[in-house]
């Protein structure tokens, strides 16, 4: 088994003082490569502090995150940005969009970012909109789309680059339940089609229940995992 994601020993606090909150508590994980994972957990337990801190949006107090065999507080904040654009992709709940862009621009971006040909641009731009089923919106205004469709541009841009991992913090969270159930099955297939990471933080039973593993949290500790193995320290 080969890992993508190695979370080690990493401690999160913000503030300080009397004001010092710890959101992550000596977290341990380790995400095989091309695996499905869920993070659940009620609000507040640290679920998105660990997602940010595992794609190198945010840092560890202490503590390490390796990913592809590189840990990522080596890499100077040029290099991450490099690195983030051309392994990573993110998809929030908010999605980030721009709204006076069409398709085409709002999935190219990733591409400008990676630094990617300009010959090749069109093509892939082309691929991950017909992998989401918005093709024929190609020119279309990001605003002229629906919710379910704003979403949908949203992971078009995620995949364009073909990322190792995508990250996902509650993806169907203001979408109705049909285009919910669409974005899930969308990220798996990707998921099998691509052999990318997938790493979900989900209220959604129904969406853990797809993913292989999941890994439960509460103040800021992984209490249970399914599928994975981890280590938890205690307070
Ligand atoms: N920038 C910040 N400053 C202070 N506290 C924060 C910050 N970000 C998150 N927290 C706190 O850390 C805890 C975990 O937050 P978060 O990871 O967003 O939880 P979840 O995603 O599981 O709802 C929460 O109590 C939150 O208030
Ligand atoms: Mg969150």
């Known amino acids: 088994m080969v890992i993508m994601i190695k979370v080690d020993n990493v401690t999160k606090t913000y503030g300080k003082g009397e004001n010092l909150f710890t959101a992550l508590y000596k977290v341990s994980l380790e995400i095989p490569t091309a695996s499905t994972n869920a993070i659940v957990g009620k609000s507040g337990s640290g679920k998105s502090t660990l997602m940010h801190i595992m ?8 503590g390490e995150v390796i990913i592809d065999g590189k840990a990522l507080g080596e890499f100077k904040p040029k290099q991450m940005d ?15 969009i721009e709204a006076n862009q069409t398709c085409y621009q709002n999935v190219m971006l990733p591409l400008e970012i990676a630094r990617v040909p300009k010959r090749d641009r069109a093509k892939k731009v082309k691929a991950a909109l017909t992998a989401v089923g918005l093709e024929d919106k190609i020119d279309s205004l990001a605003n002229n789309l629906s919710g379910g469709q704003k979403q949908r541009l949203a992971i078009a841009r995620a995949i364009v680059n073909k990322p190792k991992i995508i990250f996902a913090d509650e993806p169907t ?11 899930i099955k969308l990220l798996f297939d990707l998921n099998k089609k691509l052999k990318c990471t997938l790493v979900v933080v989900t209220h959604d039973p129904e969406i853990a229940e797809h993913c292989k593993n999941k890994i439960e949290m509460k103040d800021g500790e992984i209490i249970s995992t399914t599928g994975i193995k981890h280590k938890r320290l205690g307070k």
Do not use: K, V
């Open 173 to 183: 969270g203001n979408l109705d339940s049909a285009t919910g159930e669409m974005i």
């Open 82 to 96: 490099a690195f983030r654009a051309e392994e990573m992709s993110f998809i929030f709940q908010a999605f980030f």
């Open 55 to 62: 794609s190198g949006l945010d840092h560890p107090s202490s």
